[in-house]
């Protein structure tokens, strides 16, 4: 099963923040926070990770709650083609035999 | 040219018939996954394999098979193919020595369906 929950769907204006929840309160310390989106059954993209401190990339910027039990993937200027499903993973980076195990994601549709 | 590329891109078949779905990747990875997606869902784990020696079953293996042909090869057989088996399969690579350790590379999909 997976270890996080999000919403199911979201909306967001052209232009403005996306900001996507996550719960994962039973998180290890070992566990990174990984997120993926997939447009329109393409395969899933690789988005951002991280552990315990904010990170930000091209793409999106994610927020780590103190206490790790939860996380936000911003998309600072949504636009329509950021319309898709994402995906909060929490995984043992070290772990051999890691594999992702995908949740039903949050569905974020950017109407114009 | 795409890193992971998976054949066919879409296959009907009939109840029974063995099938075989192949990925193959450039990126140099040694670790390929099989994953099926059903409407509605997310990704469940088939197999996965770490190299060309290692092969282990995921979530849901029952009713498929999978061979590690070379490092840049990994195929998904369904013996005798069912109705349920019908979902859009994927294959991703990725590689544990980079710096995103769990950052795993999708093909385009196979969309199956089972008649």
């Known amino acids: 099963d997976a270890k996080t929950t999000q919403p199911t769907s979201m909306d967001c204006a052209e232009g403005r923040a996306a900001n996507l929840p996550c719960n994962h309160s039973t998180i290890s310390g070992n566990e990174y926070v990984y997120w993926y989106r997939q447009i329109h059954s393409q395969g899933p993209q690789y988005i951002i990770h991280g552990l315990k401190n904010n990170e930000t990339n091209e793409m999106a910027s994610l927020i780590i709650t103190e206490d790790r039990k939860s996380s936000t993937l911003i998309l600072p200027h949504a636009t329509l083609r950021d319309t898709a499903v994402y995906y909060c993973?929490?995984?043992?980076?070290?772990?051999?035999?890691?594999?992702?195990?995908f949740g039903k994601g949050t569905t974020l549709s950017v109407s114009s | 040219d795409a890193d992971v590329t998976q054949t066919p891109r879409n296959r009907i078949t009939k109840t029974g018939k063995r099938i075989m779905l192949e990925c193959s990747q450039t990126k140099g990875h040694d670790r390929m996954y099989w994953y099926r997606q059903d409407p509605g869902l997310g990704l469940r784990l088939i197999y996965y394999?770490?190299?060309?020696?290692?092969?282990n079953k995921g979530e849901i293996s029952d009713g498929y098979s999978v061979s590690r042909q070379a490092q840049a090869k990994f195929s998904l057989s369904l013996e005798s193919a069912i109705p349920n088996q019908t979902a859009l399969y994927f294959c991703?690579?990725?590689?544990?020595?980079?710096?995103?350790?769990?950052?795993?590379?999708f093909g385009p999909g196979t969309r199956l369906t089972v008649l």
């Open positions: 993973i929490v995984s043992d980076r070290n772990q051999a035999g890691t594999a992702l195990i």
């Open positions: 394999s770490f190299d060309v020696k290692d092969i």
């Open positions: 991703a690579t990725s590689d544990p020595s980079g710096i995103s350790y769990n950052e795993q590379f």
